[in-house]
C-alpha cells in the first residue's frame, strides 16, 4: 500500500503513559480502524460532509499513498489517534498534495529540500489531552529525523464563527507573531469572505495548530473555507531545522 521508506512496526520512542504507543499501520485492517475514527469525529462529531463510498469511513484517494500513524491505547487495544504523512515521493506519485486542494502552495514547494504533509489528524473525544498529542508528535518527530524531511507542511483547522468572524479574529491575532515572509506564502483558493465587524479575543485554539505553534510552525497566509467541514484551514509550515530547542530536544533528540 505505502511506497515510502520501510517503517519499523512501533516508533522507536517509550510510551508516553502506562498505555499509549505511537506506531504505523501495517494492515489494510488497521487502516480502516483509523478511517472508523475520522469518520466518527469528523461526521458524527463535526457534522462535516465527507465524500466516503463506505459507510462508517472515512477515506479518500490519497489513503493509499500514505502512511498512516496510529496512537494505540495498548490497554484497550483500539486506535485513539492517527494521523496520515504524505511524503514528497509519495505526493508525485498521487498527484500531489492535500493542501493543494486549498492552496496554491508553488512558492512554498519552490524551497529546496524534503516535503512531508501531516493531514486528516484526529483524536478520540476521551482521549483529548496532553499525553495523546505529545505521543502523536513523538511519533512523527521519528519519523522526520528517520527519512531526514526538512519541511513539514499540512492544514490546521479554525472554528469559522458567526459569519467567519472568529476565524478572522484567529487569524488577526496570530498573524503578527507566526506569519511568514511574503515570498513564503500559501494563496487561499477560496479565501473567507472579508469581515467588518469586531474582533473578538475571545477563542481557544485547537489543541493541532497549538502543537504546530509550539513547536516552531509559520502560518503562510489567510485561511481558506473548507465547507465540507464548516471550518477554516491555516496552512502550515515548520522547518524541521528551525524547531524550537526546547521542544527539538523533547521530541527529536536535538540539542
Known amino acids: 500500500m505505502n511506497n515510502s521508506p520501510q517503517l519499523n512496526s512501533a516508533v522507536a520512542t517509550p510510551p508516553l503513559s502506562s498505555s499509549l504507543i505511537a506506531r504505523f499501520a501495517h494492515t489494510p485492517a488497521e487502516v480502516r480502524e483509523a478511517q472508523r475514527l475520522r469518520y466518527e469525529v469528523f461526521a458524527d462529531e463535526m457534522g462535516a460532509h465527507l465524500h466516503t463510498q463506505t459507510p ?60 512531508m504533509e501531516i493531514g486528516r489528524t484526529c483524536v478520540h473525544a476521551d482521549y483529548r489531552n496532553g499525553a495523546t498529542i505529545t505521543a502523536l508528535w513523538t511519533g512523527l518527530a521519528d519519523f522526520i529525523a528517520e527519512h531526514d524531511f526538512d519541511h513539514l507542511i499540512g492544514c490546521a483547522s479554525i472554528p469559522l464563527g458567526l459569519d467567519n468572524g472568529q476565524a478572522q479574529a484567529i487569524f488577526a491575532d496570530l498573524a503578527p507573531r507566526y506569519l511568514t515572509a511574503e515570498p513564503l506564502r500559501a494563496q487561499p483558493l477560496r479565501p473567507l469572505p472579508h469581515w467588518d465587524g469586531l474582533l473578538s479575543s475571545e477563542y481557544t485554539l485547537p489543541p493541532l495548530l497549538k502543537a504546530y505553534l509550539r513547536v ?40
Open 56 to 115: 462508517g469511513l472515512d477515506h479518500d484517494e490519497l489513503d493509499e499513498h500514505c502512511h498512516h500513524l496510529l496512537v494505540w491505547d495498548q490497554a484497550l487495544e483500539q486506535v485513539v489517534g492517527c494521523t496520515r504523512i504524505l511524503t514528497d515521493q509519495q505526493a508525485r506519485q498521487a498527484g500531489g498534495y492535500y493542501s493543494q486542494g486549498e492552496f496554491d502552495i508553488s512558492r512554498i514547494l519552490a524551497i529546496p529540500g524534503r516535503f
Open 216 to 255: 516552531g510552525a509559520r502560518i503562510c497566509g489567510e485561511p481558506c473555507l473548507d465547507p465540507d467541514f464548516q471550518v477554516a484551514d491555516l496552512f502550515i509550515l515548520l522547518s524541521t531545522r528551525n524547531v524550537e530547542r526546547r521542544y527539538a530536544r523533547h521530541f527529536m533528540g536535538r540539542a
